[in-house]
């Protein structure tokens, strides 16, 4: 239930350019840090400037967590290329995985990573 002055708020897994230390991570500044996390339903791969998730098991790869509001949540939409009425249209699609601090939305990769680097270490 919202009512005035409530914000909703989301979750969001970072893995790549949105980390702390990161260029991108200036979406972030307003965004409160859960955590850390290894999800084990993602692998990484190296598109150059920066990593793409594919949904396939892996060893683990080390997200950040956090929660964001609304606002937050559609500016990383925009830096994601996340088309909400065509998701599959999008440079990235997302969806809700579960994670140590509750479910939390993650960014995927549409395109393809054929001749890509898959990333092996856990983080990029």
Excluded at 35 to 61: F, M, N, W
Excluded at 67 to 85: I, K, P, S
């Amino acid at each position: 239930m919202s009512g005035i002055g409530e914000d909703t708020v989301f979750r969001i897994a970072v893995y790549g350019t949105l980390k702390r230390g990161y260029s991108n991570h200036r979406f972030l500044m307003r965004a409160r840090f859960l955590g850390t996390d290894h999800l084990k339903s993602i692998v990484l791969y190296d598109l150059g400037p920066y990593p793409g998730a594919v949904e396939q098991s892996s060893r683990g790869v080390l997200v950040e967590v956090y929660e964001v509001d609304e606002r937050t949540f559609a500016r990383v939409d925009a830096l994601e290329g996340y088309n909400a009425q065509a998701p599959e249209h999008g440079q990235y699609t997302r969806q809700r995985m579960e994670t140590r601090h509750g479910p939390a939305w993650v960014y995927f990769y549409n395109g393809s990573v054929k001749g890509c680097r898959r990333i092996t270490r856990g983080a990029w």
